[in-house]
T-cell receptor, first 112, second 115 residues
């Protein structure tokens, strides 16, 4: 069993829809949770960063962490074609947020 | 704007030659940088942790003599793929952060093709 599980998709939704992306994990020591967006042939771009449980909102993006269920989510409101990318969840235990374990990534397409 | 710069963005080399990839932290000092490898449609896999002024720490299964890492300054780490072979063709990405409790920022990656 992988430490971090993420549905690879692909996921295709119409423009304007609310998108929900999720990851589950098995290591209860994870404390730092991140979401990255990766466009084709580019490096990952940090979208959201959360320490421990709770919600965090930034513009159209909301990240949720439920440590009791070992489950994290990223919601994208009013999705745009420019949101089409691969979304990677990542998490870290122990020494801060640097040694990351990644999910497989979900390929998302927003259709105009 | 970008906080981590990586160069080159793509490189093609012949089998048996060596290739050097540079990773620079912009506007901040990074005592630790990380090198990842990504195969098509797969996630990132950590190869090694680059430590300024000391030896790199390699993940299990990564050949340290093949993937040479040098972190000579607080803003520059280099990855040299020695005696490259076609199976080394991949997307190599570096990352760094401001501090141990800060999230990682990634470079734009280097696509290596070995012919």
């Amino acid at each position: 069993q992988k430490e971090v599980e993420q549905d690879p998709g692909p996921l295709s939704v119409p423009e304007g829809a609310i998108v929900s992306l999720n990851c589950t994990y098995s290591n209860s020591a994870f404390q730092y949770f991140m979401w990255y967006r990766q466009y084709s042939r580019k490096g990952p771009e940090l979208l959201m960063y959360t320490y421990s449980s709770g919600n965090k909102e930034d513009g159209r993006f909301t990240a949720q962490v439920d440590k009791s269920s070992k489950y994290i989510s990223l919601f994208i409101r009013d999705s745009q074609p420019s949101d089409s990318a691969t979304y990677l969840c990542a998490m870290s235990a122990g020494r801060g947020a640097q040694k990351l374990v990644f999910g497989q990534g979900t390929r998302l397409t927003i259709n105009p | 704007g970008a906080v981590v710069s990586q160069h080159p963005s793509w490189v093609i080399c012949k089998s048996g030659t060596s290739v050097k990839i540079e990773c620079r932290s912009l506007d901040f000092q990074a005592t630790t940088m990380f090198w990842y490898r990504q195969f098509p449609k797969q996630s990132l896999m950590l190869m090694a942790t680059s430590n300024e002024g000391s030896k790199a720490t390699y993940e299990q299964g990564v050949e340290k003599d093949k993937f040479l890492i040098n972190h000579a300054s607080l803003t520059l780490s280099t990855l040299t793929v020695t005696s490259a072979h076609p199976e080394d063709s991949s997307f190599y990405i570096c990352s760094a952060s401001w501090g141990v409790n800060s999230p990682l920022h990634f470079g734009n990656g280097t696509r290596l093709t070995v012919t």
